[in-house]
């Protein structure tokens, strides 16, 4: 296998940022990199591509000085072939500029490939509708931010699609950073065929950062004839700053999935701690929850003790929004709830939730740790203040802490301001600090957000334990896979 080997170290100010010996890829083949939020998976990248400032940043690859390394002729010369999908499509579209003409800009002009590749990620040959999403420029809201996505994914494979015409045998380096992080299922599922369909047609080298373990299933499932083209990374932490890039067997994946699937909780009478009427009005538009896939049965959302039910719907439906009006974060037009035996609407007053439910009666894990999170705070001041009933003192602080966080809690990391930490790190803290005041109801809003494989286990694990005590459990997950393993088709809901 023609390998490429790079030790890569990236600081600032003198501290280092993120720092590998050896982040590798096989050229012409395809890398799945997984790994938690904030462990350096896309600096690491951007370093190796050639994307990071070396006026802001001090980087050295491969012992070299970056400037030598970016001035170097293999790496110039490797970037001409290449593409970076970015994390964030907002931020790398021009907002001056209509999505056409950023289409055909620099290296991916003309537009030849176009009609095909948009045609095929908007699944639609529809000219019209596509000229009213491609003719525009882009706003905050506008298109969506899957639109933008997909976008963005359209350019890389406009450049693909000349690589497939020619007869160069130059390097090439394809980077896609959670390129299916804004869209649902079925366009990341377009998506990977779409990529495996051109690398048949002439291979290229592909690095998909992603936190979705599910491809892996997917790919099992639909690409077993290039499975020996198809690795697994990981990137885990050694210590401050520094990471392993270490082999990530599926198998770990698929066998614990099957195991979980295995043990599916079965549902059995208990007492009621929430009822949700089907229908409830907010910021001016109707939803309603319904029983079934195709939304045909409208169901009142029924959570007893040691139930945890699976709310399901595209991004963007609402299933944030009616986890904040159940928490009493959002005050809507029209609404019915008992939670706990106590009646809730629409003119419940917040006073009410603050009183005898946050933190008490119930608690809502939120899908973004930084807006969740004191960032100020240190990690032992997250924990102060919490309606308890007991007190937490240091040594049942730690051990809760080292159910989540590996290599021990010293008291230096309870220390550490919050917003020092990585994203995955801040997600098993936010999760960590609503799972330990046991209250009746858990919301949990994406609670697997940028975690890696080994924090995904301990978190379920740690649920079903809170489920088998007695907690009522309100899910809300992209990661249908795993959630459908776990929760039943009785305790799945649907939003419209």
Request: charged share 25%; hydrophobic share 40%; proline share 4%.
């Amino acid at each position: 296998m023609n390998t490429a080997h790079y030790s890569v170290c990236i600081a600032s100010n003198g501290r280092t940022i993120v720092a590998v010996d050896d982040f590798s890829f096989v050229r012409d083949e395809i890398t799945f990199l997984f790994g938690e939020s904030g462990i350096g998976k896309s600096m690491l990248c951007k370093a190796v591509y050639g994307l990071l400032d070396p006026d802001d940043l001090q980087v050295s690859v491969n012992g070299m000085p970056y400037r030598t390394f970016l001035n170097a002729p293999e790496t110039r010369a490797a970037r001409l072939s290449s593409f970076f999908v970015f994390q964030e499509p907002s931020s790398h579209l021009h907002p001056l500029m209509r999505i056409t003409e950023q289409l055909r800009e620099g290296s991916i002009a003309g537009p030849e490939s176009e009609e095909r590749i948009l045609s095929r990620f908007w699944k639609t040959a529809d000219s019209a509708r596509l000229k009213s999403i491609l003719d525009v420029y882009p706003k905050p809201y506008r298109p969506s931010g899957g639109e933008k996505q997909r976008v963005l994914l359209a350019m890389a494979f406009k450049k693909i699609a000349l690589l497939a015409t020619s007869k160069s045998n130059i390097t090439n380096f394809f980077v896609f950073d959670e390129p299916t992080g804004s869209l649902d299922n079925s366009y990341r599922n377009l998506f990977l065929e779409f990529l495996f369909e051109e690398y048949r047609k002439r291979q290229f080298t592909a690095m998909i950062i992603t936190h979705d373990y599910s491809i892996i299933s997917r790919v099992y499932e639909r690409h077993k004839n290039i499975i020996d083209k198809i690795h697994y990374k990981e990137l885990t932490r050694l210590e401050e700053g520094r990471v392993t890039m270490h082999d990530f067997s599926p198998d770990d994946y698929l066998s614990w999935l099957e195991r979980t699937a295995s043990h599916k909780a079965a549902g059995t009478p208990a007492e009621e701690v929430v009822r949700i009427a089907p229908e409830f009005r907010i910021f001016g538009r109707g939803h309603r929850i319904f029983s079934d896939p195709e939304r045909t049965k409208e169901a009142e959302l029924v959570i007893r003790k040691g139930e945890m039910v699976y709310v399901k719907a595209p991004s963007g439906v609402g299933k944030t929004t009616l986890a904040k009006i159940v928490m009493g974060l959002y005050a809507p037009e029209k609404f019915s709830m008992t939670l706990c035996e106590n009646g809730v609407t629409e003119a419940t007053p917040r006073k009410f939730y603050e009183q005898e439910m946050w933190g008490r009666r119930a608690g809502m894990v939120f899908q973004h740790a930084d807006e969740a999170l004191d960032l100020e705070a240190s990690v032992a001041e997250t924990f102060e203040g919490l309606p308890l009933g007991y007190k937490l003192t240091r040594e049942k602080l730690h051990g809760a802490l080292a159910e989540l966080f590996e290599g021990g809690v010293t008291d230096a990391f309870l220390a550490k301001k919050v917003k020092f930490l990585s994203g995955g790190q801040k997600q098993r803290l936010n999760l960590l600090r609503t799972i330990i005041l046991h209250p009746d109801l858990i919301v949990l809003d994406e609670p697997l957000n940028g975690l890696d494989f080994d924090s995904v286990r301990k978190i379920i694990a740690m649920l079903e334990e809170k489920r088998k005590a007695g907690s009522a459990l309100l899910m809300i997950s992209h990661n249908e896979e795993i959630f459908d393993a776990l929760v039943d088709e009785e305790h799945c809901y649907y939003l419209a």
